[in-house]
């Protein structure tokens, strides 16, 4: 049982709840995953949230990675303020940590490993809780949400981001990226995520049992030589040498010489000088 705010009770974890709540994160921290979260600030992933942030708040950072959102966010509550980052892979958790320490912000952030469906916090711990592109990887993001909430101030703000999937959209028409979309939606079905999260963030939000719900959305886009370059090639790495490659021979959705055409695919579509890409990413500001 939970109280109204989602404050943890005793109750009984079933054997069905567990596996709901087990998810395997389809990317993995290949480098070339890495180097796509390495590129995310709060400028360009959280502009929806840095409004909401004010010098001195207690920020908790959920699925932060490498930790660049996080050392922006911390800058933005520094010097009262503070940063709780964590994640659920510790080898990340030890980049982000270098990544603070190289921005001077080692008083500012501290990190740990940590389960969103089980945060090791008490009730109302923090003023502002944050979570980009981390619900499309869980295993139950309405208790993922719930949790934020509990350990969210009354009053104060849970936020979250993630892309959908379905919703991406380039330029020009590619056989093989429809092919890379189908497969990789497939693979994140079958590790117990949903790919395209955005569009279920505010219903999400309001199962958790958030009254007070504002949504948004923004979008990457890759439209640059250098951009379109980056984006194709990191797409291109990542089909053939990540987890989510292993994942989608492992699972039986794709042998390795489709995953070969794929790559192939992404690289002649960045070579086209008219080539354009655009992500839409959902945003949901809730009041705790």
Known sequence: MTDARGT???????????VK??????HGHHESVLRSHRWRTAENSAAYLIGELRRGMRVLDVGCGPGTITADLAELVAPDGHVTAVDAAEDVLEQA????????????????AADVHALDFPDDSFDVVHAHQVLQHVGDPVRALREMRRVCRPGGIVAARDADYAAMTWYPAAPGLDDWLGLYRR????NGGEPDAGRHLRAWARQAGFADVTSSASAWCFATPEEI??????????????????NATGGGHATAAELAAVAEAWHAWGADPDAWFSVLNAEILCRA
């Open 187 to 190: 693979v994140a079905r079958a």
């Open 21 to 26: 709540e087990t998810a395997v994160y389809t």
């Open 8 to 18: 943890a009770a005793e109750e009984t974890v079933t054997e069905e709840t567990a």
């Open 229 to 246: 370059a980056w984006w194709s090639a990191l797409w291109a790495d990542r089909t053939q040498a990540s987890a989510y490659a292993a």
């Open 97 to 112: 940590r270098a990544h603070a320490a190289e921005r001077g912000l080692g008083d500012v952030v501290s990190f740990a």
